[in-house]
C-alpha cells in the first residue's frame, strides 16, 4: 500500500497509542513495529513527527482514507494488538475506540 506522509505519521501515532496503553513494549511489539518501519520507508525524524500529531489528528486523517488504505492501517493496528501471542484488553480496547471514532467496522477484528 503506498501511503502518503501524513498517512504513514497518522498510522503510526495510533500505533504507538495502542502499544502503550498497557505499560510495556513487547518484543514482538518492537519486532512488528521496526517491520512496519521499513515496509512504510519511515525515516526516524518522521517517527518523531508522527509523535507530535493529536490522536485527534490521527484518527481524522485515518477518516480520510480510501477505504483500501483504511483496512489496511486497521489491519496493521490489530496485527499489533496480537502481534505478543496475547491479546491485552487495554490495548484492544483503544484498538476498539480508534476503530469506532474513525468510523471502522470491527466485524473482521474479533478475538
Not at 526516524?44 to 490521527?58: G, R
Request: charged share 30%.
Amino acid at each position: 500500500m503506498n501511503f502518503s506522509l501524513i498517512e504513514k505519521q497518522a498510522i503510526w501515532k495510533l500505533l504507538i497509542d495502542i502499544i502503550g496503553s498497557d505499560g510495556r513494549i513487547s518484543t514482538g511489539e518492537a519486532d512488528y513495529g521496526a517491520r512496519l518501519v521499513a515496509m512504510l520507508g519511515f525515516s526516524e525524524s518522521d517517527m518523531d513527527k508522527a509523535l507530535e500529531l493529536t490522536v485527534k489528528q490521527a484518527i481524522s486523517i485515518l477518516k480520510e482514507m480510501t477505504p483500501e488504505k483504511k483496512q489496511s492501517a486497521q489491519t496493521m493496528m490489530f496485527e499489533m494488538v496480537k502481534v505478543d501471542g496475547a491479546v491485552d484488553e487495554d490495548e484492544m480496547k483503544i484498538f476498539s475506540a480508534i476503530c469506532a471514532a474513525a468510523e471502522l467496522p470491527l466485524h473482521d477484528f474479533k478475538v
